[in-house]
């Protein structure tokens, strides 16, 4: 499995971005996709996952209402869209898969996509 981060740029706060992931060598179908970022000196910290079988989805607390996860299985693609944001969410984004349980533990997940700089600045 690869994965093709993309999306994010320069943000005013308040404002709205989407990322999308997308994966090649094999469908999602049975993994779970999840979005972690890591802002600088700081550890990597789960966002958001979704099972692709039946679309169930979790959330960190500090996105949820804010951000929202998607998957298109037709392109094989997972997205986050992201409002209302925060200078503290400015970090970098990466996508993941697990072909396990859905976990928020970025240990477990097997594919990494590369990052995505997103930065909420006025």
């Known amino acids: 499995v690869q994965l093709q981060a993309c999306g994010g740029g320069l943000v005013q706060p308040g404002g709205s971005a989407r990322l999308g992931c997308v994966g090649s060598g094999h469908t999602f179908s049975g993994y779970v996709m999840g979005w972690f970022r890591q802002a600088p000196g700081k550890e990597r910290e789960f966002v958001a996952a979704?099972?692709?079988?039946?679309?169930?989805?979790a959330y960190a607390d500090s996105v949820r209402g804010r951000f929202t996860i998607s998957r298109d299985s037709t392109k094989n693609t997972v997205a986050l869209q992201m409002n209302s944001l925060k200078p503290e969410d400015t970090a970098l984004y990466y996508c993941?898969?697990?072909?396990?349980?859905?976990?928020?533990?970025?240990?477990?997940?097997?594919?990494w996509g590369q990052g995505t700089q997103v930065t909420v600045s006025s």
């Open positions: 979704i099972r692709w079988t039946n679309g169930n989805t």
């Open positions: 993941a898969a697990v072909s396990r349980t859905m976990s928020t533990n970025s240990r477990v997940y097997d594919y």
